[in-house]
């Protein structure tokens, strides 16, 4: 098991940046991907970005180009750069990990979210 706490949401103008931190601790060799959804208000959760053990990411057509997920050298935070900032990107953001392969050691680990809000 792992547990995640995400930060640096707030409020931004459209245009502007944001850079928001998942804090990775507990299990983290066991972690296959982790990954950054986001859910508005009324809507469904979206995932905008995967990274993996390996290092290679993925991202949602909406986020793509202008969205960033990293991860620093000892694995212990996973960042997700914001750039271009739109106002359909106002949503809560929440850090995943997962862990897959049918072993006792499974998981899908959730972070309590952080508020991005893009709005002039």
């Known amino acids: 098991q792992v547990h995640l706490v995400e930060s640096g949401g707030g409020l931004v103008q459209p245009g502007g940046s944001l850079r928001l931190s998942c804090a990775v601790s507990?299990?983290?060799?066991?972690?296959?991907?982790i990954n950054w959804y986001r859910q508005a208000t009324g809507k469904q959760r979206e995932l905008v970005a995967t990274?993996?053990?390996?290092?290679?990411?993925n991202y949602s057509d909406s986020v793509k180009d202008r969205f960033s997920i990293s991860r620093d050298n000892a694995k212990t935070t996973v960042y997700l750069q914001m750039n271009s900032l739109k106002p359909e990107d106002t949503a809560v953001y929440y850090c995943?990990?997962?862990?897959?392969?049918?072993?006792?050691?499974?998981?899908?680990?959730w972070g309590q979210g952080t508020q991005v809000i893009v709005s002039s």
């Open positions: 995943n990990a997962r862990s897959w392969g049918g072993t006792i050691a499974d998981f899908d680990s």
């Open positions: 507990g299990s983290i060799f066991s972690i296959n991907a």
């Open positions: 990274i993996t053990t390996s290092g290679s990411t």
